[in-house]
């Protein structure tokens, strides 16, 4: 497995700022738009990267799209981030 | 603090498999080279991507240059990563 598409994802302000905003539950693109003051489509191009790289899930009920937290992909990240901060001195490493 | 330059340098798995090579101590672009099968010219401009990401720090003793972790960024995104998993309903969020 590569991180390539979820490091790019993170490498944007506003993305990480959308999953910070989703660590608080779901939200519409409409709710995310209105906390950053800009429209709905700049908001879903950014949320199109975050669930390509497998950072946020989308669920469709009655008229609207609901984004949430996947935190699969980030467990790994966080797995990853730790495995190099736990240096023990030996050269095994996660897959990457 | 962002984590543009961060998150844009852990973003290439050559960069990410020297982090995880220096994760067992320091080493000189000749001994990463080696380990990648490439040139020294090669490693140098990756060595270089992350030592302007905070990522590394170097020291020049005798003819060579060593490169070690340094993880005072990575702890950062250690907490900012941990952050987002650990979330509780609030919307409060580390700086970023």
Not at 52 to 80: C, F, H, P, Q
């Amino acid at each position: 497995m590569g991180f390539e598409a979820t490091f790019k994802a993170l490498g944007d302000p506003t993305r990480r700022r959308i999953l910070e905003l989703l660590r608080a539950g779901e939200k519409s693109a409409g709710e995310l738009a209105a906390q950053f003051g800009t429209t709905n489509a700049t908001i879903s191009h950014h949320l199109s990267v975050l669930r390509d790289a497998g950072l946020i899930d989308d669920e469709k009920r009655g008229k609207y799209i609901y984004y949430s937290l996947n935190t699969s992909v980030m467990e790994d990240i966080y797995a990853w981030v730790a495995g190099l901060l736990g240096g023990n001195g030996d050269e095994t490493e996660p897959p990457v």
